[in-house]
T-cell receptor, first 113, second 111 residues
């Protein structure tokens, strides 16, 4: 049971390049989340999904797009990377929302130069 | 979203109990109180959650005030591995799907 797996773990991008971060969970969870965490800061919610085919904006959605075509996968896309998007990105999933725990991946460290 | 207030930092000594407070004075009747922690260089991990009654699990205990306007996460015997940032989060009906983190409390455990 792998839990929540993020791919890749590290990436360096040049300004203007695009990339997709993959989050995969094998727990049949309905809810999935993408966060970013800047040095010394807390987690900020980028986008989330409450089920296959649905997505919604979080606190800091600008510059990112997401897709949830399959229940087990939640993709985070950067169409034109900027240095301000240098951060550690975390994905999480949970079966429900109100009364269930969320499981987190180990993070993707992204540097945009 | 209902807000929580936590101290920025706390210190404890190894093998002593730690009480981490959280104020949530605007909590409503159906809000659940969740605690997560984030160890250095790791993703957050779930610690415990509750609604009205005190809760215990292998990691910690959650004591909820009778009026539910505050709660306390209790680590019964702190270890060096418990040094982390602890987040108190309210999950609210009709807004709970978001799972929004605040700034949390940075716990330092002294040997």
């Amino acid at each position: 049971n792998a839990g929540v797996t993020q791919t890749p773990k590290f990436r360096v991008l040049k300004t203007g390049q695009s990339m997709t971060l993959l989050c995969a969970q094998d727990m049949n969870h309905e809810y999935m989340y993408w966060y970013r965490q800047d040095p010394g800061m807390g987690l900020r919610l980028i986008h989330y999904s409450v089920g296959e085919g649905t997505t919604a904006k979080g606190e800091v959605p600008d510059g990112y797009n997401v897709s949830r075509l399959k229940k087990q996968n939640f993709l985070l896309g950067l169409e034109s990377a900027a240095p301000s998007q240098t951060s550690v990105y975390f994905c999480a999933s949970s079966y429900g929302a109100l009364n269930t725990e969320a499981f987190f991946g180990q993070g993707t460290r992204l540097t945009v130069v | 979203d209902a807000k929580t207030t936590q101290p920025n930092s706390m210190e404890s000594n190894e093998e002593e109990p730690v009480h981490l407070p959280c104020n949530h004075s605007t909590i409503s009747g159906t809000d659940y109180i969740h605690w997560y922690r984030q160890l250095p260089s790791q993703g957050p991990e779930y610690v415990i959650h509750g609604l009205t009654s005190n809760v215990n699990n292998r990691m910690a205990s959650l004591a909820i005030a009778e009026d539910r306007k505050s709660s306390t996460l209790i680590l019964h015997r702190a270890t060096l591995r418990d040094a982390a940032v602890y987040y108190c989060i309210l999950r609210t009906q009709g807004g709970s799907e978001k799972l929004v983190f605040g700034k949390g409390t940075k716990l330092t455990v002294n040997p």
